[in-house]
């Protein structure tokens, strides 16, 4: 049985509010995309959508549906879910404690360096229109980082992020009642191998595959053509949100910080 109303976890932020997935409509086979943000959930959702439909030339933006966020309207999300024949791929970045959980049903989560995460939401603040004046993630590195650990998650805003939000996250997923049921990846291991990594998601989400198909979502999800074809992958691309989309898709790396950090402030 999945989880009810009451007795999931209500989280709710300047994004996320969890009272969205009253309106979420189940159906079997439908595949969650849980990371917590700048982990690489763009990437593993066009993974995703490549294998469930069989197709390269998808938009992921398009297909996945950002469920418990309150940045398109829920009816609109709904109607999106419903006109799709194929398995459905589902975006959120909330713990497991505050989504529904169903049986028949794939959950992956995907983590990353802490530090690398604070980097690239450096970044991604500074690509938004929205970022208020004074964030503590701008400004030096070294102060960015100090603030990053030492912050505490916000109980009135659940989308502001730190080390403690990220820990937290992991610790959800990581000790769920199924915990054969969400597939946990991380970010580095699948960057040094792309392949291994499509080819993992391909059988935790029940679908055979071909060399052929894992060769063009290998090709069509690389970082480079992600890159190029923003419009297609960057979340609301074409809503105004960024001041590049192209510049959302920073550089796929790992382990930034070195040579640009001290030591003291690395061993935080």
């Not at 609109?76 to 799709?84: E, G, I, K, P, R």
Request: glycine share 6%; hydrophobic share 35%; charged share 20%.
């Amino acid at each position: 049985m999945p989880y009810t109303g009451t007795e999931r976890r209500k989280y709710a932020g300047s994004i996320t509010n969890t009272d969205r997935w009253q309106q979420y409509q189940h159906k079997p086979g439908d595949v969650f995309v849980c990371t917590p943000p700048k982990c690489g959930t763009t990437w593993t959702i066009a993974i995703v959508t490549m294998l469930t439909t069989g197709r390269t030339d998808v938009a992921p933006q398009e297909l996945a549906q950002w469920v418990d966020a309150e940045v398109v309207p829920i009816n609109d999300v709904v109607d999106a879910l419903t006109s799709q024949r194929h398995r459905r791929c589902i975006k959120t970045h909330t713990p497991f404690d505050g989504i529904p959980w169903y049986p028949d049903t794939a959950y992956i989560a995907v983590y990353r360096h802490p530090i690398d995460v604070l980097l690239s939401l450096r970044k991604h603040l500074i690509n938004a229109y929205d970022t208020r004046l004074g964030h503590p993630y701008i400004g030096s590195e070294e102060d960015a980082v100090i603030n990053y650990v030492s912050l505490a998650s916000d109980p009135d805003d659940f989308d502001f992020d730190c080390l403690t939000s990220l820990v937290h996250h992991y610790q959800s997923y990581a000790a769920t009642p199924r915990p054969d049921n969400p597939l946990l990846l991380h970010y580095a291991d699948m960057l040094a191998d792309a392949r291994g990594a499509i080819e993992r998601i391909a059988d935790h989400i029940g679908i055979d595959g071909s060399p052929e198909l894992v060769d063009a979502i290998l090709e069509a999800s690389s970082f480079g053509q992600m890159k190029s074809k923003a419009a297609s992958f960057a979340p609301f691309s074409n809503q105004g949100y960024w001041r590049d989309p192209q510049a959302f898709f920073d550089s796929a790396g790992t382990r930034k910080w070195v040579g640009k950090l001290s030591e003291a402030t690395v061993s935080l």
